[in-house]
């Protein structure tokens, strides 16, 4: 961290005070015990104001710090929402679908529209399947979106593990 008053700057009043208050024991003559004194006010309003400098500064210091972090945290969106495309899966109800060349690894899912707005990524969760519609819940905002019987996944396949031969699903 750049510090332009300076620790040293605070030291060096300390070091005045102390050399000022030897020179005021041994003085005599009252005009230099005045002067002195006089000095003394000087380098104490010095050493403040250098104090204050360095609180005002650190605050500056932060303030850029958190500005940063909001900077890093903006342009990681911009690029989030590159990976996204608005998509209508039912008349009236808009969520973003993520393209097929950015998913890599990931599954096919939704995000909502109102987080995405927000600069914010929330995936939707299904929560119930009806026989017309199903419901999808945003876990963040808690917005419900109605679909007409369709899934962001076509073609899932589930893998419930090996058949029991005495199963009524056999």
């Given at each position: 961290m750049?510090?332009?008053?300076?620790?040293?700057?605070?030291s060096?009043?300390?070091?005045?005070?102390?050399?000022?208050?030897?020179?005021?024991?041994?003085?005599?003559?009252?005009?230099?015990?005045?002067?002195?004194?006089?000095?003394?006010?000087?380098?104490?309003?010095g050493?403040?104001?250098?104090?204050?400098?360095?609180?005002?500064q650190q605050?500056?210091?932060?303030?850029?710090?958190?500005?940063?972090?909001?900077?890093?945290?903006?342009?990681a969106?911009?690029e989030?929402?590159?990976?996204?495309?608005?998509?209508?899966?039912?008349?009236?109800?808009?969520?973003?679908?993520?393209?097929?060349?950015?998913?890599?690894?990931?599954?096919?899912?939704?995000?909502?529209?109102?987080?995405y707005?927000?600069?914010?990524?929330?995936i939707?969760?299904?929560?119930?399947?009806?026989?017309?519609?199903?419901?999808?819940?945003?876990?963040l905002?808690?917005?419900?979106?109605?679909v007409?019987?369709?899934?962001?996944?076509?073609?899932v396949?589930?893998?419930r593990?090996?058949?029991?031969?005495n199963s009524?699903?056999a």
């Open positions: 750049v510090d332009p008053v300076g620790t040293g700057v605070v060096a009043f300390g070091t005045l005070l102390k050399g000022l208050q030897t020179i005021k024991d041994l003085a005599v003559s009252v005009e230099i015990k005045a002067k002195v004194t006089e000095l003394y006010d000087v380098i104490l309003s050493q403040q104001s250098a104090l204050e400098s360095n609180i005002k605050a500056l210091l932060d303030t850029i710090g958190q500005l940063k972090e909001e900077i890093a945290r903006v342009k969106w911009e989030t929402k590159k990976r996204y495309s608005l998509y209508e899966p039912t008349a009236g109800t808009f969520v973003y679908v993520i393209k097929e060349e950015s998913k890599g690894e990931e599954p096919s899912h939704w995000i909502c529209a109102n987080c707005n927000e600069g914010k990524r929330s939707l969760q299904l929560k119930t399947v009806g026989v017309e519609n199903n419901h999808y819940l945003c876990p905002c808690k917005t419900e979106f109605k007409r019987g369709t899934r962001p996944m076509q073609n396949q589930v893998n593990g090996p058949r029991n031969p009524w699903m």
